[in-house]
Each structure stands twice: as structure tokens, then as C-alpha cells.
């Protein structure tokens, strides 16, 4: 089953300990990318990637960082994070092109004290 | 970047059609029109897409400005189970969709 695999789907953290949050894919997708949803404010692009080693910023990055060493896993690390972090987070993955579908994981909802 | 313009919200009758509008007057060329919509505690998921002709599937129906700066989407008979967020996005072709922007999206409320 073609799927975007997100770990943990809940977690609860302290202020400044440094957090992963992992997204896998299996359709061999080129394009991943990683959002943020705050109530009334949909969904904010935080960093993408068009391939391996190939990452840009989205329009909030700041307190975030991304890797892309592999296709299928495309991680979001937050160094030391911070309560306004707190927040629901997608990933996404699509095949290159603006004609194709993308696919979203179920979410991670961060919550952070 | 282009954005997209969309109610805030809309209302249904159950087994009645629903048109959601979006305007998206900055779109370029090169700019497919998405459509997306988010379930309640899920992901956002694919619904539709197109370029300049009308699109149908097995979800829902796409109408697209000749000018393209609106669109529509079109469910033919609203469910309870239509009953979320839906967004509308402009992804390029020539770039892969980098920098997808989405807006705050329009609640469909159906009522049954």
C-alpha cells in the first residue's frame, strides 16, 4: 500500500531537548516536504526536498532542520524546541512535476512544555 | 508565489450538489490547479486537479476559468461524509510543487 509513514504521532517534550520526528515513503518519490498546522492558519511549508542531498526552505524554517540522505526518508529535527512549536505536523510526498498527486502522512501532534 | 483565495466556510444539504469556489488570480502559465481535502484528525488527501480543461472523477468534478484565475470544485451530491476542509493550491510543473502554498481552506458544512 502506497503510504508516508509518520513517527510519533504524539509526543510531548520539554523546552530545548532536541527532537526527531521521522517520515518515510514508499512510492519512490522524489519531492517530500514537511508543513505545520495552527488553528486558523492551514497548513505552512516549513522545508522541502526535490531529491537526495536536495533541500530547500519553505516559508517558516526558523527553529527547524531537515535531511534528505536517503529517497524515501526525509526527517524534521527540531534542535531546541520551543512552546510556540507546538503545533500539528504533515509530511508529504509527490513525484516531481506540478501534475501529480501528493500524499500525506496522519500527522504528528507536538506538544511542547 | 501565486496564492489562492477561498471562503471561509459553506454549508450543504446532504444529497445536494456543492460548488466551492477559488480564485486564484496570480496564477501562471505554467500553474496546475489542486485541489485537497483534510478529514477530521487525518491528513489532507488528493481530490482533483487540472490545468485548463474541466476534470471529472470518481471523487468529484473540477471547473476552471477560461481566463484561470478561478475554479470550482464540484461535488455532485454531498455525504456526510464530505464534511471537512478543502483547499485549493497551485503547483508548477516546472519546478516539482516546490514552495505548495496552501490557505486557510474552506469548511464544507453538510447537513443531513
Known amino acids: 500500500e502506497a503510504q508516508v509513514t509518520q513517527n510519533p504521532r504524539y509526543l510531548i517534550t520539554v523546552t530545548g531537548k532536541k527532537l526527531t520526528v521521522t517520515c518515510s515513503q514508499n512510492m519512490n518519490h522524489e519531492y517530500m516536504s514537511w508543513y505545520r498546522q495552527d488553528p486558523g492558519l492551514g497548513l505552512r511549508q516549513i522545508y522541502y526536498s526535490m531529491n537526495v542531498e536536495v533541500t530547500d526552505k519553505g516559508d517558516v524554517p526558523e527553529g527547524y532542520k531537515v535531511s534528505r540522505k536517503e529517497k524515501r526518508n526525509f526527517p524534521l529535527i527540531l534542535e531546541s524546541p520551543s512552546p510556540n512549536q507546538t503545533s500539528l505536523y504533515f509530511c508529504?510526498?509527490?513525484?516531481?512535476?506540478?501534475?501529480?498527486?501528493?500524499?500525506f502522512g496522519q500527522g504528528t501532534r507536538l506538544t511542547v512544555v | 508565489d501565486a496564492k489562492t483565495t477561498q471562503p471561509n466556510s459553506m454549508e450543504s444539504n446532504e444529497e445536494e450538489p456543492v460548488h466551492l469556489p477559488c480564485n486564484h488570480s496570480t496564477i501562471s502559465g505554467t500553474d496546475y490547479i489542486h485541489w485537497y481535502r483534510q478529514l477530521p484528525s487525518q491528513g489532507p488527501e488528493y481530490v482533483i486537479h487540472g490545468l485548463t480543461s474541466n476534470v471529472n472523477n470518481r471523487m468529484a468534478s473540477l471547473a476552471i476559468a477560461e481566463d484561470r484565475k478561478s475554479s470550482t470544485l464540484i461535488l455532485h451530491r454531498a455525504t456526510l461524509r464530505d464534511a471537512a476542509v478543502y483547499y485549493c493550491i497551485l503547483r508548477d510543473v516546472g519546478t516539482g510543487g516546490f514552495k505548495t502554498i496552501f490557505g486557510a481552506g474552506t469548511r464544507l458544512f453538510v447537513k443531513a
Open positions: 508529504a510526498s509527490s513525484p516531481l512535476g506540478g501534475n501529480r498527486e501528493a500524499f
